[in-house]
């Protein structure tokens, strides 16, 4: 298994709005400022988290950015999937060029599916807070 850049900063954003609860909006300039990550690239992976409808957003002044649902109700496979990356986790780097089919692919499939199904079972909550 391997996260993308982007995966790993959606989750890193995310944990920055559950520890702060529901209720408090953060700003991108304030996660950049924290993380050393630029803005326009929170800004692109807060677009996808919005588009899949992880968070919510206040413009203007005194805006952010907050979770839409509480982080007991929010799987980090929800913000891993979000990411629209064509990363598929099942196959990389085929160890099988001919039959795609073959025993070492099998066995990927099978540990991709099983870090899958956990990865839907852990909360935001369980890790942030």
């Known amino acids: ?4 850049k982007h995966e790993q900063y959606g989750l890193l954003l995310m944990g920055e709005l559950a520890s702060v609860g529901n209720d408090q909006l953060i700003s991108l300039v304030e996660v950049s400022r924290r993380h050393g990550v630029s803005v326009p690239f929170l800004k692109k992976i807060v677009s996808s988290l919005r588009a899949s409808r992880l968070v919510q957003s206040k413009e203007g002044v005194g805006g952010g950015y907050k979770l ?14 979000s990411f629209d ?19 070492p692919q099998h066995i990927r499939a099978i540990v991709s599916e099983n870090i899958k199904d956990r990865l839907e079972r852990i909360s935001l909550y369980e890790v942030v807070l």
């Open 85 to 103: 990356t064509g990363n598929e986790w099942n196959i990389v780097d085929s160890a099988c060029p001919i039959n795609k089919s073959c025993l």
């Open 68 to 81: 839409a649902r509480k982080p007991e109700h929010i799987s980090l496979w929800e913000i891993i999937s």
């Open 1 to 4: 298994m391997h996260l993308q």
